[in-house]
Nanobody, 120 residues
Framework: QVQLVESGGGLVQPGGSLRLSCAAS????????MGWYRQAPGKQRELVAA???????NYADSVKGRFTISRDNAKNTVYLQMNSLKPEDTAVYYC??????????????WGKGTLVTVSS
């Protein structure tokens, strides 16, 4: 009943910028926390950034000062602005949302992921 769709991934040069978007759709009453995770080749999936419905944020140490997470509650959409990108940022980025839906309260949903490649 709920679907998350990421967009905005692609190839970018080191030092460049990219903005990811994730739109939630379906029988949604409201969304609590939303966040972005990533998984690089040979590494475990890690939290990149998260934001609550009230606007509180937290970031992984590796992206602080470079990435900014934001959300538009009216559109059920979360964004990740990525600046000063480094090769080590290369990963599949996954959107996550805690959704209050028709039959369930506070259930986690995941997008399929979007690939970000930072390379010269």
């Amino acid at each position: 009943q709920v679907q998350l769709v990421e967009s905005g991934g692609g190839l970018v040069q080191p030092g460049g910028s990219l903005r990811l978007s994730c739109a939630a759709s379906g029988s949604i009453f409201s969304i609590n926390a939303m966040g972005w995770y990533r998984q690089a080749p040979g590494k475990q999936r890690e939290l990149v950034a998260a934001i609550t419905s009230g606007g509180s944020t937290n970031y992984a140490d590796s992206v602080k000062g470079r990435f900014t997470i934001s959300r538009d509650n009216a559109k059920n959409t979360v964004y990740l602005q990525m600046n000063s990108l480094k090769p080590e940022d290369t990963a599949v980025y996954y959107c996550n949302a805690e959704v209050n839906a028709r039959y369930y309260y506070g259930m986690d949903y995941w997008g399929k992921g979007t690939l970000v490649t930072v390379s010269s």
